[in-house]
């Protein structure tokens, strides 16, 4: 029983930062038509600020851990929505519904972020001091206040973008873009602004993803990487474009990579995944709970 | 008029000398080095394009390289190549093709090296390597040589030392990288616990770029093993699941065979590290470390903030040997240069050393150091044995 709940427990805590991560894409996705490639280098972006913000703020003004870290969490989110609006304005609102256009758009703004990484950063692992240092125990689960911490603010983020979107009128006009463009420009809606909103949400939540994730693994400049290829497959189960389905497929990846990590090796797990894509791709490519266009 | 007729001879003398200079400052030979510079294994190839930079410029102020009356200087050239084959094959193709190298001064990963050797070993280009794998070595591989000790060397000396400190070990764990070098330090790795003893109650694979290490943590830490092996993981990946099995509560023994790197692994595991043992670290500051290393250790603390590694001052061994077989070779023709480089005597950073090991590898490309074991205490890795292989023995007592 105990194992079982430890398994839960880890699947929780992996699935929470994909959740984040793949809300972000598939919103992108969902109101944009386009995908996103570059959107991993949002959260690089966000983690990398916090390893230098931290230190600074600590060292240089003797600034207590936690504040630090709050203050560099602000500043990696404000930096991030910064750059999205600039590649934004730049590239993406010129490829609007165009998959091809964005595809070779975002793989050139990846390799071009990534080596900037690079070039400002170095590519050796970066560390953050854990915040909230220690162990707890839930039902017998063991699991670090830092972790416990994420899967908290994480579920809060996500039950405030369900909010936002079910509950506003912004969440009413991405809806509606996300349902169909041309009826809803009819109704008076503006589209390209709709969609910068709804392009800075998404890369407000993978800057959130890269904030909770710097003081539990290492970051590099190609951190962002890994989980793009995990939000793919996550939306491509859940469906492309759709909120729940980001949520479920998150989780359940989380679950697959937890129980194929213990009961057989995270190589096979990870080859799990694929073959569960292909197998979705074939059988129901819209996904969970896509639509079929 | 008369002036002009003294400033034509000058003029012309200046001339050829500029010329003559020119001419000498293109004596330069390139040495490359493909090895990460990004990723989890950054420190590795960061750590190992500094130490190579330090071999060329220390050659370089002792006046270069000299073969048939021309002197060479050497310079460095570096390329990222993720620790993966694609990259590898692209940073050959570059050096080669490109740069015109005819020397690779270091590279790291048994999957990037053996993407490379198409092309080097078709090209005569003479490789220096740190990859584990067996499968990079041998007789059809005469351009390849490796520049630091590998699991042949180290396992036997390094298992068996720790057997020896904790003679109660019955049984173990291995989490390897699933990839070539992984692959093939793998089946080595559990022949040697066995013939010592010890159960293998796993071995488990792992995709190098995971991010999440719970799953194999809280596996590992369901097996209870006595020993946890984590072959050739790089120091981020072994420091994050230290981190998790520290939270699990698991505390047995911590075995690195690839272990280098002490600051990067500290700083991701924190305290979890302390007590791991490790295959392919040194303590460069001790009192074991030649002057060369003591230097150049306190030079990367300064330049990379952290100390060299078995790993990382390769590239100065290796520099420092291809030194000597231009030298002896009285050419800079890669094949004159390999001909003599398997009987070429030079001296390494931890002091005379040659290439053997034909007997492992029916081909002597095999850089004779020591096996050095250390462990991590109080965040430092502190020299607990070292042991010479028996034909470096046979070599300085020659």
Same mark, same amino acid.
């Given at each position: 029983?105990?194992?079982?709940?430890?398994?839960?427990?880890?699947?929780?805590?992996?699935?929470?930062?994909?959740?984040?991560?793949?809300?972000?894409?598939?919103?992108?996705?969902?109101?944009?038509?386009?995908?996103?490639?570059?959107?991993?280098?949002?959260?690089?972006?966000?983690?990398?600020?916090?390893?230098?913000?931290?230190?600074?703020?600590?060292?240089?003004?003797?600034?207590?851990?936690?504040?630090?870290?709050?203050?560099?969490?602000?500043?990696?989110?404000?930096?991030?929505?910064?750059?999205?609006?600039?590649?934004?304005?730049?590239?993406?609102?010129?490829?609007?519904?165009?998959?091809?256009?964005?595809?070779?758009?975002?793989?050139?703004?990846?390799?071009?972020?990534?080596?900037?990484?690079?070039?400002?950063?170095?590519?050796?692992?970066?560390?953050?001091?854990?915040?909230?240092?220690?162990?707890?125990?839930?039902?017998?689960?063991?699991?670090?206040?830092?972790?416990?911490?994420?899967?908290?603010?994480?579920?809060?983020?996500?039950?405030?973008?369900?909010?936002?979107?079910?509950?506003?009128?912004?969440?009413?006009?991405?809806?509606?873009?996300?349902?169909?463009?041309?009826?809803?420009?009819?109704?008076?809606?503006?589209?390209?602004?709709?969609?910068?909103?709804?392009?800075?949400?998404?890369?407000?939540?993978?800057?959130?993803?890269?904030?909770?994730?710097?003081?539990?693994?290492?970051?590099?400049?190609?951190?962002?990487?890994?989980?793009?290829?995990?939000?793919?497959?996550?939306?491509?189960?859940?469906?492309?474009?759709?909120?729940?389905?980001?949520?479920?497929?998150?989780?359940?990846?989380?679950?697959?990579?937890?129980?194929?990590?213990?009961?057989?090796?995270?190589?096979?797990?990870?080859?799990?995944?694929?073959?569960?894509?292909?197998?979705?791709?074939?059988?129901?490519?819209?996904?969970?709970?896509?639509?079929?266009? | 008029?008369?002036?002009?007729?003294?400033?034509?001879?000058?003029?012309?003398?200046?001339? +050829?000398?500029?010329?003559?200079?020119?001419?000498?400052?293109?004596?330069?030979?390139?040495?490359?080095?493909?090895?990460?510079?990004?990723?989890?294994?950054?420190?590795?190839?960061?750590?190992?394009?500094?130490?190579?930079?330090?071999? &060329?410029?220390?050659?370089?102020?002792?006046?270069?390289?000299?073969?048939?009356?021309?002197?060479?200087?050497?310079?460095?050239?570096?390329?990222?190549?993720?620790?993966?084959?694609?990259?590898?094959?692209?940073?050959?193709?570059?050096?080669?093709?490109?740069?015109?190298?005819?020397?690779?001064?270091?590279?790291?990963?048994? &999957?990037?090296?053996?993407?490379?050797?198409?092309?080097?070993?078709?090209?005569?280009?003479?490789?220096?390597?740190?990859?584990?794998?067996?499968?990079?070595?041998?007789?059809?591989?005469?351009?390849?040589?490796?520049?630091?000790?590998?699991?042949?060397?180290?396992?036997?000396?390094?298992?068996?030392?720790?057997?020896?400190?904790?003679?109660?070990?019955?049984?173990?764990?291995?989490?390897?990288?699933?990839?070539? +070098?992984?692959?093939?330090?793998?089946?080595?790795?559990?022949?040697?616990?066995?013939?010592?003893?010890?159960?293998?109650?796993?071995?488990?694979?792992?995709?190098?770029? +995971?991010?999440?290490?719970?799953?194999?943590?809280?596996?590992?830490?369901?097996?209870?093993?006595?020993?946890?092996?984590?072959?050739?993981?790089?120091?981020?990946?072994?420091?994050?699941?230290?981190?998790?099995?520290?939270?699990?509560?698991?505390?047995?023994?911590?075995?690195?065979?690839?272990? +280098?790197?002490?600051?990067?692994?500290?700083?991701?595991?924190?305290?979890?590290?302390?007590?791991?043992?490790?295959?392919?670290?040194?303590?460069?500051?001790?009192?074991?470390?030649?002057?060369?290393?003591?230097?150049?250790?306190?030079?990367?603390?300064?330049?990379?903030?952290?100390?060299?590694?078995?790993?990382?001052?390769?590239?100065?061994?290796?520099?420092?040997?291809?030194?000597?077989?231009?030298?002896?070779?009285?050419?800079?023709?890669?094949?004159?240069?390999?001909?003599?480089?398997?009987?070429?005597?030079?001296?390494?950073?931890?002091?005379?050393?040659?290439?053997?090991?034909?007997?492992?590898?029916?081909?002597?490309?095999?850089?004779?150091?020591?096996?050095?074991?250390?462990?991590?205490?109080?965040?430092?890795?502190?020299?607990?044995?070292?042991?010479?292989?028996?034909?470096?023995?046979?070599?300085?007592?020659?």
């Amino acid at each position: 029983m105990e194992l079982f709940v430890q398994l839960l427990a880890n699947t929780l805590q992996i699935g929470a930062v994909y959740v984040l991560f793949a809300l972000g894409l598939t919103l992108i996705f969902g109101v944009m038509k386009i995908v996103n490639f570059a959107h991993g280098a949002f959260f690089t972006a966000a983690a990398l600020i916090v390893t230098s913000v931290v230190p600074f703020a600590t060292v240089e003004f003797g600034v207590p851990l936690w504040a630090g870290y709050l203050l560099a969490a602000i500043v990696a989110i404000v930096v991030v929505l910064c750059l999205g609006a600039l590649v934004y304005g730049i590239g993406f609102q010129h490829v609007l519904k165009d998959l091809n256009g964005s595809f070779i758009l975002s793989i050139g703004l990846l390799l071009i972020l990534n080596g900037a990484y690079l070039a400002i950063y170095g590519g050796a692992p970066r560390t953050v001091p854990q915040v909230l240092p220690g162990t707890v125990s839930i039902f017998g689960a063991a699991l670090t206040a830092q972790r416990l911490a994420l899967v908290i603010v994480a579920a809060v983020v996500t039950g405030g973008l369900y909010l936002l979107i079910e509950r506003t009128r912004l969440g009413l006009a991405l809806r509606a873009v996300a349902m169909d463009q041309e009826a809803a420009m009819l109704q008076g809606m503006p589209f390209n602004r709709v969609a910068l909103y709804g392009f800075l949400i998404g890369a407000a939540l993978a800057a959130c993803a890269g904030v909770l994730m710097a003081p539990i693994n290492a970051v590099t400049p190609v951190s962002g990487d890994e989980f793009l290829i995990k939000a793919f497959i996550i939306i491509i189960i859940g469906g492309l474009g759709s909120v729940t389905g980001a949520i479920i497929g998150g989780l359940f990846i989380a679950l697959i990579e937890s129980m194929g990590g213990y009961f057989f090796d995270p190589s096979t797990a990870t080859l799990a995944m694929f073959i569960l894509v292909i197998a979705f791709l074939l059988v129901r490519p819209q996904g969970i709970l896509g639509n079929v266009e | 008029m008369y002036t002009t007729n003294w400033l034509r001879p000058l003029g012309a003398a200046a001339l +050829t000398l500029l010329l003559a200079q020119a001419g000498a400052a293109q004596e330069t030979l390139k040495l490359g080095i493909s090895a990460p510079l990004s990723g989890a294994a950054a420190s590795w190839g960061l750590g190992m394009e500094w130490a190579a930079e330090q071999a &060329a410029e220390r050659v370089n102020e002792e006046g270069g390289v000299t073969a048939n009356g021309k002197t060479y200087m050497f310079d460095i050239v570096s390329y990222d190549n993720k620790y993966s084959a694609t990259e590898g094959a692209r940073n050959a193709q570059t050096m080669l093709n490109r740069d015109g190298i005819d020397y690779i001064a270091g590279t790291i990963g048994t &999957a990037p090296v053996r993407a490379m050797q198409a092309l080097t070993e078709r090209k005569g280009v003479i490789l220096f390597t740190t990859a584990w794998g067996k499968s990079v070595k041998g007789p059809e591989f005469p351009f390849t040589f490796t520049q630091m000790n590998t699991p042949f060397e180290i396992l036997v000396p390094f298992y068996n030392f720790i057997k020896e400190q904790h003679p109660d070990l019955e049984t173990a764990v291995l989490i390897s990288p699933n990839d070539a +070098t992984g692959q093939e330090l793998e089946p080595v790795a559990v022949e040697t616990w066995k013939s010592l003893g010890v159960e293998m109650l796993a071995s488990d694979w792992y995709e190098r770029g +995971t991010t999440e290490f719970q799953p194999i943590a809280t596996k590992i830490a369901s097996l209870n093993p006595d020993i946890i092996d984590f072959s050739a993981a790089p120091p981020t990946d072994v420091g994050s699941i230290l981190k998790e099995l520290d939270v699990l509560g698991w505390n047995g023994v911590k075995v690195m065979s690839a272990g +280098t790197s002490v600051d990067a692994l500290t700083a991701v595991a924190g305290e979890a590290a302390e007590g791991a043992y490790l295959g392919a670290s040194a303590d460069f500051s001790g009192e074991t470390a030649t002057e060369v290393q003591k230097e150049l250790n306190a030079g990367a603390r300064e330049a990379l903030g952290e100390p060299l590694n078995g790993i990382t001052i390769s590239s100065y061994d290796a520099i420092m040997a291809l030194r000597a077989a231009i030298e002896e070779a009285d050419s800079v023709d890669p094949a004159k240069v390999q001909a003599v480089l398997s009987s070429v005597r030079f001296e390494s950073s931890y002091g005379p050393s040659g290439f053997g090991g034909e007997a492992t590898y029916d081909y002597p490309q095999q850089m004779l150091i020591p096996v050095i074991v250390t462990r991590v205490e109080n965040g430092k890795a502190v020299e607990l044995t070292r042991s010479n292989p028996a034909e470096l023995e046979a070599l300085i007592n020659d």
